[in-house]
């Protein structure tokens, strides 16, 4: 089966199941100061989850895009990718643990057609310290349903990664994992922020017993070994616990939150463990194979960074990045120009990235329209940045020249070529062994001294940005959330109907907000929108939502949006309203969280003030705003 079949296979088997269909979020997370990217298909439903009603009701299914710039050093073998798609189903208080796994399993063996003989899974062991029980119930339904087939059910307590290398798992068909089998949005059961929702989960795999355990991993081998012989694919997440002040509590609801890989399936099914070869993956390979006349066989490692890096930026053009120095736009560069460092390697030395993103939107212009439509504003977008690049690597090449008359090239001079010029380490070495240059002895030493202080400034700075967790949903982040509300309509009352909101992020300090307007905010500008805010926080308007098919909601509310923002059938429409005039300031399609009424915004005597505002890209301008 394609990777398209089985997507279109998914969503139709929980629609028969009574699941409503709803669009993919943006890649770039709106109101969600805790990560730079929607890691996962969870992600825009944490309100949900937690307890808000969804407008499509309890059941929910869809395929969401993702992007993990964690995963970037790990891409190159058979089955990482920093972009993917998250097949996912929830249950939102409706059904629970029996229905999801015999669902799961019922997809994966008939819809899919894989071996049940070759489906291993893993349940949660529990944690006492606390007070959070061992999954036995998940590990119970799934031996039932291996005995049924006649197959080994068998359980072993593992515990963690390092104790399944030491010890194996004796061929058991049920594995219990610690933290491996723990879901949060933010990892670790001990580091969850408060106010996260999290649960115990169980993972199924699927055993390819042809690819022999590499003991460079571990002396065994298990489930959740990195040698390849098991994939994972899928995730069943049974949400139930909330992280408090004193531990965990429940959940008013039980939630069901599953996540499969569709490009795992999708070489599952193919009885391939390396998904590169699945069929949204392989007709950039074979461009590249063209592109390069040299096989993928002999040049996996650079296929595969090209493909899955290009791939990714082509969705974070779509969803409205653009390659810059910071957060979104500095990951989404550094994935182009590795893409093209990498295509030295295959000889391609001349622009290329034009006819590898044509492949991609050709891949996923039938399921995600929105591709296609952007496509020629995407193809600029990259296309701009390759040309940027390789003016870079002329620099550098011009830098590298003057560092090799030293009788030395040293690990400082090496990192200043890469984090001053972009001049990679890899092009750096190749460049200095290629003329005959030496080498510090201690070059690498110093470079990865260097390298490591500016991971610890990164990080430093990434905290900084977006600390707060789950905090997105405290009464400041909810008044941050309101305020972007009356933002977005002065800014249109001030600079014209031209404004559309194109993206925003929100932490306990400020809201940042972007929108489209071709020039620089006068000072009298910014002060009328600035005095626009404060009048109608002072007015203490009511907000209210109420429920609309997307279409009256657009088309005869006249209810504003953001822009490549994609909604269901159904959306929240929240309303504005002078309570003295009953006249309607704001009407706004948003998933929340929002205040009551806007004279909350003024608890303590604050008032709104725009403190920063700067163009974000080309013809979008970027405002940061407090209430202090």
Known sequence: MTAQEIRSKYLDF?????????????????????????GSGMQPLIPYLLGEPHPEGTRLTDSQTCLRSQDIEEVGDNRHTTFFEMLGNWSLGDYFKKDQIHWFFEFLSREVGLDPSRIYVSCFIGDPKNNIPKDEESASIWQEIFGSLGLNNDTVDIGSEEEGYKNGFNGARISYYGQKNWWSRSGSIDTMPVGDPGGPDSEAFYLFPEVIHDKRYGENCHVNCDCGRFIELGNSVFMEYLKTEDGFSRLPKQNVDYGGGLERIAAASIDDPDVYKISLLLPIIE?????????????????????????????????????????????????????????FELGIEEQFIEEVARIVVGIYAADFPEVKTAEESVIDILVREEKIFRQTLR????????????????????????????????LSLEEV?????????????????????????????????????LGGHSDIHRQYHTATHLMYEALREVLGDHVVQHGSNITEERLRFDFSHPEKMTKEQIEKVEEIVNRQIGNDLSVSFEEHPVKEATNDLHALGAFGDRYGEVVKVYRMVNPKTNETFSLEICGGPHVHHTGELSAGGRHFKIIKEESSSSGIRRIKAVLL
Do not use: C
């Open 287 to 343: 461009k590249l194979e063209a592109l390069s006349a040299k096989s993928y066989d002999s040049n996996t490692t650079a296929m595969r960074v090209i493909a899955d890096h290009l791939r990714g930026a082509v969705f974070l053009a779509v969803d409205g990045v653009t390659p810059s120095n910071k957060e979104q736009g500095y990951v989404m560069r550094r994935m182009i120009r590795r893409a093209i460092r990498f295509s």
């Open 14 to 38: 929980f629609k028969d199941k009574g699941h409503r269909v709803i669009p993919r979020a943006l890649v770039v997370p709106q109101n969600d100061p805790s990560t730079l990217f929607t």
């Open 395 to 426: 620099k550098g090449l011009r830098e590298l020249g003057k560092l090799l008359k030293q009788p030395q090239v040293s690990g400082g001079d090496l990192f200043k070529l890469q984090d001053t010029y972009g001049f990679p380490l890899e």
């Open 433 to 469: 062994f290629k003329q005959g240059g030496g080498l510090a002895k201690d070059w690498r030493a110093e470079f990865d001294t260097l390298m490591d202080e500016q991971r610890r400034r990164s990080q430093t700075a990434t905290k900084g940005a977006f600390k707060g967790g």
